[in-house]
């Protein structure tokens, strides 16, 4: 059956500066979290770094022909706050707003709408220095930070994310330890997330009065929290997962501060705050972006991830359920992106939503100069659909951004899992449009699924 999109569905790829950009030492950039912790031993895959990434600091100009030439219509990409302000706060370097400038006049000339995100993860280190996230102080760096690209770009810049999925930058960073900085403190990610929130709230008014007519929202990784039998310890624990997963977001982004079922369960862990903060943390914003990947079933558990007692299943797991698993292990399930969708809007009604990414690990090889991945096809072809049946019931999104653009810097996985749309080869530089990329090219051209 065809599945018809709205003519202003808006289409494109997403991509974060640390993953793609290289170029660390130049122009005036100083180290990041992520460079401080990729250098660490034993941190990332294989010690990959994102040194030289997808050198797209020299390569945008063709990275940009490229996007042309594969039909996008919208780019979403980050902006490296420690090329704007190598330390954080103090000088701005003008090189690195030149950087983005050029990059937004480029996306502009090819027809492709940018939207920007300002913090997806590469926090200066000199901020951490100073206690990062967890310091109040970071909250009104960022806010300045926020006013000094939004000033500059906001003229061409319409669609401005402020952070990307604050559970990443808190939780998985800051308790999980897999990301940077590394830190395995629930206490310290509570904070964390309450200062990343409270800054996301203090930065929108910032960005609109400083680019008029924008659009801001922030981007949230929502998952499918669902029990993996009928009992009711298990159907608790896909409660207490959706709460601190989701909820924990959610609630106060749409002005309802804290959810008190996880307030109760966390007692003193709870995030030190001050007069104010949630009411800043809850400002009504233009869009809610969207990161889906796949649904998490979990069941109760006394032992795994104590504070949650929750534990989710296992890849193994998974696959005796009869899921198909992408490269990370993730279950793929199209349903999940409709329910998170379906019910987004139903409690939360956002004013619009963009699905600002979705997308695939898949064991991509290059024969015959030819990249076949019909795994990511039939991923995105899925997923589109669940989107569209959700749009049918009244769901407000408005566009959709495939992760990502080319293969990049997998965070902790380094170069060993590609999610692109275009093949990398690491060693040459050279791209690759992949068969899902003229696929893709397709589907936007139609704006409809066959
Ligand atoms: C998301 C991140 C993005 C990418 C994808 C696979 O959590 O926002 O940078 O790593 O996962």
Known sequence: MTTQFPSDFLWGTATASYQIEGAVT??????????????????THNGDTGDVADDHYHRWHDDIALMHSL??????????????????TGAINARGLDFYDRLVDGLLAAGIRPFATLYHWDLPQTLQDAGGWANRATMDAFVHYADIVARRLGDRVHDWITHNEPWCIS?????????????????????????????????VPVIRAAAPGAQVGITLNLFASRPESDSEADAAAARRHDGYLNRWFLDPVFGRGYPNDILDLIGPLAPTMEPGDLQAAGVPTDFLGINYYNPTYVRASDSAQGLFKTSELTPQDYQARGFQLTEMGWPIDPTGLRDVLLRVHLAYGPRAIYITENGIATPD?????????????AYIDGHLRATADAMRLGVPVRGYFLW????????????SKRFGAVYVDYATQQRIAKASAHWYKGVITANSLD
């Open 26 to 43: 130049e122009d005036g950039r100083k180290p990041s979290i992520w460079d401080t912790f990729s250098h660490t031993p034993g941190k």
């Open 365 to 377: 090889t290059v024969v015959s100069g030819r990249v076949d991945d019909p795994g990511r096809i």
């Open 171 to 203: 939780f998985l960073s800051h308790m999980l330890g897999h990301h940077a900085p590394g830190a395995t403190d629930a206490a310290l990610a509570f904070q964390v997330a309450h200062h990343v929130l409270t800054s996301h709230g203090l930065a």
């Open 71 to 88: 039909g996008l219509q919208a780019y979403r990409f980050s902006i490296a706050w420690p090329r704007i302000l190598p330390d954080g």
């Open 404 to 415: 990502s653009l080319m293969d990049n810097f997998e965070w902790a996985w380094g170069y």
